[in-house]
């Protein structure tokens, strides 16, 4: 047989589906001489070209390291406030009890006390933690005596921890991802680069995790890995680490429907594949099964399982069972530790919102008090609202099951979900940002309209944790951190020629200026989170309302998480359309 | 103007932002002496300045500098009053730590602007590379662990020497510099180390005519006179009519203290206290005599005297002559050929001499040399590999500054930021020599740098780990210094070479 005649080789497809260029990042100096368009760019002139990613990379990843071990020096919640405490206490409080209990009592031990109501891949982290430190000092994790303790070398060891966390981890997770995101996209390097800085800098995440206290990296960092894994077409470990995430941090949840409606969309479009569907569904068990495997074995035993009934009440699923067990079987205590757990981790006895966070119902609530309707009628609308939020971006996505529309779809049901759910934090604001903040790294995603938009949106997250980095005495770390942010991305407070009009070395993008109405909505947004720290830091409030301010920062935050939410479902059913008509496009061309 | 990002003033804004971020980090006890100088300053008359003892840090500084906590302490007193009463010793409210951090990160301000007029003062084609060494002086780490964290206001001083620097470039504002030079020396007298080559060079190339030696230039010698008099008479000349010259001489150079300081600056005596050691386990073998007192002083190699065991006792005259013996080499090329770059190479060569042979020598007056050296570093490849080892090494010595775990990321990450990003950056824009390189320059230098990385391991952790926090902690301290020292040493002998072939 004659060998085949020539073919041209089949152009990448992504670089057809996409175009990415550099030109957003320079702008016309007037002369033909392109200049920075932002500061950041400036920082990282010299890596336009010719400079390898083993140098940028490390130099990137020690300054924003810096930058987080500097915000670590500062407090933390609940420094020098007993009895509770905060969340350093509750964090380290759970190291105390895992290293020293066995597993049957890590969810029923002294509940009043930071019982651990995290689920159970933070409780082994907590343990392999408090192992660790038990090496430097055993007095920093003793059972019960060292409550409350303040030692500085144990504050030095927990920031330690966080660091070391996030470094293996989120960083890796979110380098990776972007590396692959970015080559999908056609993105060039340099923009990569820019925008893994950016990212990695964004300032609400670096406050709580290293300043306030919390793990939260990891769980994104899991959340990043798993759509990492997408990307690469790994679905099987998408699933391992999505469980992995959900297992560290139940606030994953906030990704879940989208996770849901993507897997189950790539097994039924375009055409159905009943395989696939099974393989992860057995994946997705098995990983919980192995997830809940040790604390599940550690029940088995005689006296685990009096330890495990002999203190604690039965956890109201338990009672809810319709059937009735042997209390003697192994069964029984099995069930009873998974319902505890699951009783522990999700509080629903507890109220619609706590303290002040800017979502809807804290919002509807100051004009319109919600404490006269019962709480169950509350959940349902909670709940009822929630789903509405979320049924067309699952539903595109499930539609449309494309790994590079994932991040709006991402992004709009997490708003989602911190605008109706149930028992919303103000820190859950970390993971509608994280997706969306992710954008930058897209096509297009560093041109002055995304850039605006995802700035402002990070601005204000960090602004409506302010009155928590408050009672932490971070004020200095949070001005800091946001304005250098926004001096870096090039946004107002430190400069609004994002919102002006510029000429670019190619001008070729006039689309990418931002709308009229954007510059208007942030413009006034900006000048109200500006005017707002001011009356704060100057005005006392008047004697019968001593929460006004926080709650009028309550009331601009929700309004613009509103705004943002409705910016990234339009984001994402105009990338859905677009990538419609490429596809199309490309097909018709062949 | 092509390509100079990112900018001096950005760096400075980002820098800023981070030494922001350090005001609640460790601070040594040079915060409180400065609080204390705040408080003498304020509350005292000036007579009163000098004799002044509550605290145990009295004022050590020349007038100039007191006269600059005198200012500062007149805003001070809004920031909190209590800051600035001369009983309350070792006082470090919120508000005090605010303040004076901040004044270290305003005063820094000076700097900026020495080294903004540094590059305007190159010509074009090397502006890429004054550029360069300008943001390497600015975000140096030596800097930010002796300024924003030890606390010091060394940012500021050195801005007045690089101000100083830039104007002896030009024949128009070398009066300028003079005064600018008498001004530093009555801030901070360390700057003596420098001063005769200052000296040659204002009198060879100012006072005298560049044709001829012998054909001065009164019309320059009584201007410059007449500066550098009134500056000092401004400074001393109170101090002189109270009758307190000898007072303030007391003050300022306490004579009493060691040959090393406690933490074995990275100089040539070091590297002799080293061998000192090495020989005490060899001495019988050898048979060598052993000072048996030096071997029981409870002091031994960690505060104040260092006696040897096996060497000879060094005195101060010994050091005071290879001091000078090693200034005056360089001086005389000074002298012969008074160029701006050859001014600058001796300066750092100065620096290099009294760091090397001095006495009781600061690890913090490393940067008496990188300083002015980063000015020239760039000019070629030659320059650049002397500069290499110094500048690990220097910076290196300055670690053991910062004891505590929580700045242990901070001055290791940044140094390591910074030993990266600049050596990378200078090793790709410098220009090839006119004359061939050093053969293996380059070799040692890559060895050198390598060995620091073990080193730093053992000295910060396994030393520990093996051990424990009490026994030999002179080791680590000593095998840092004498690594250090011989990074010093070499990057001098080859600035030596350089400085004589160029």
Redesign the interface.
Known sequence: MPPPSYRPRKKRKSATLFAGSNNSLTVDAGDG?S??AF?L???L??ARAGVSQW?VL??VL??V???R???S??GYSGFQIPPMHGDFEAQRHWMEITIHLPLSKWYTYDLQYWGLDYPPLTAYHSWLLGKIGSVFDTTWFALDGSRGLED??L??FM??TVIVSEYLVYIPAVVTFLRRYTRMQAVPVWSASIALTAILLQPATLLIDHGHFQYNTVMLGLFVASLDAIMAGRMLWACIFFVGALGFKQMALYYAPVMFAFLLGICIFPRIRILRLLSIALVTVAAFAVLLAPLMLGVTGIEARENLISTTPEPPLLQALPIRLDRSSVLYHLLFQLTQIIHRIFPFSRGLFEDKVANAWCAVHTFYKLHRFEADLLKRVSLGSTLASILIPCAIIFRHPRASILLPALATVAWGFFLFSFQVHEKSVLLPLLPMTLLLAGDEGLNKDTRAWIGWANMLGSWTLYPLLKRDGLQ??YF??T??WA??LGLPPTSWQIYCHQKTVSDTETAAEPHGLTKVIHSLFYVTMLAWHVLEAFAPPPPGKPDLWVVFNVLVGAGGFGISYLWCLWKLISQCRRMEYRVEEVRKNQ | MAELYPSLTQCAIVATAFKVLLFPAYKSTDFEVHRNWLAITHSLPVKEWYYEKTSEWTLDYPPFFAAFEWVLSQLAQYADPAMLVIQNLNYDSWQTIYFQRTTVIVTELVLLYALSRFIKSVPQPNKQLAHAASLSILLSPGLLIIDHIHFQYNGFLYGILILSIVWARKQSTLLYSGIAFAVLLCLKHIYLYLSLAYFVYLLRAYCLDPKSVFRPRFGNIFKLGLGVVSVFGLAFGPFASWGQLLQLKDRLFPFSRGLCHAYWAPNLWAMYSFTDRILITLAPRLGLPINQEALTSVTRGLVGDTSFAVLPEVSKEHTFALTLLFQLLPLIKLWRHPGPDTFIGALTLCGYASFLFGWHVHEKAILLIIIPFSLIALKDRRYFSAFRPLAVAGYVSLFPLLFTAAEFPLKTVYTIFWLVLFLFVFDRIAPVPERPRIFLVDRFSLLYITVSIPLIVYCSLVHQLVFGLERYQFLPLMFMSSYSALGVLGSWVGFMVVYFTA
Do not use: E, N
Request: net charge positive; glycine share 6%; proline share 14%.
């Open positions: 001489k200049v920075p500061p760019v400036s920082f002139w010299g140098l490390p130099l020690m300054t390291g810096l930058f071990w500097a915000i020096l500062w500085p070398l504050k030095v920031r330690a200095v770390p800091v951190m304005y250098l001096y870096l």
